[in-house]
């Protein structure tokens, strides 16, 4: 195929999120590839120092399945960053521009949320990492320039066999929506919690999200199903 063909490949939708967050969705995962450069595409997730990491990083876990992550969450720096797989899982994305600097940086989650408050341990330890990093980007950006973006999950009445079967996908995912957009409201209560991509009714679709930094473009694939 050309490259002035591979340019006009149809995207699912394109939109401006708060005037700085621009999000390409992608309803098939060859589209997306067409439109990333490949070097990126495969080197998307060096120097990422996950936090924690039992879920698949770029079809990698970071940890052994004994070691229990059930989320992960980026540090705070501005780098590509990418994740895959988000089926249950859901994920959150928070960018802003840097104070007294025309630079701008980022964190990236990915938190399987029917494991995860199985344990109060492993929720509480989630929800304290996870103020710390919306700490941070208040203490290091312009805060009118932040945007907090949302994404994943599965909207069907299947149960969940991570959380023993005991609430289904969707009540999961209305739990970690609230949950997690409480928290970034607590402390950026002026910015909108944004969902940038619905979740997915086919319980085995997933979404996968690529984030070029230095465009602050997020482009997403979901699969047509939805």
Known sequence: MLE????????????TIGGILNVVTYGNKKELERQINPVFYADSH??????????SLGGEPYLTPEEKGYYIISPVNGLDKSSDNYMVCTGLLVTGKKKGANQYVSFLTHQDWGALIKDTKIKDSFKEDLRNSLKKMKDICEEDTVVVGFWGG???????????????NQENYEDAKTTIGEIAKSIFPKNEFHILA????????????????????????KPKSD
């Open 4 to 15: 002035s063909e591979s340019i006009k490949t149809p995207q699912k939708s394109r939109e």
């Open 154 to 168: 599965h909207n069907n009445t299947k149960y969940d066999a991570a959380s023993n079967h005991t609430k289904t």
């Open 198 to 221: 619905k979740p997915s009714t086919n319980p085995n679709d997933s979404t996968e999200i690529l984030f070029k930094q230095q465009d602050n473009e997020l482009h997403i694939y």
């Open 46 to 55: 060096i120097n990422m120092s996950w936090q924690y990491s039992g879920l």
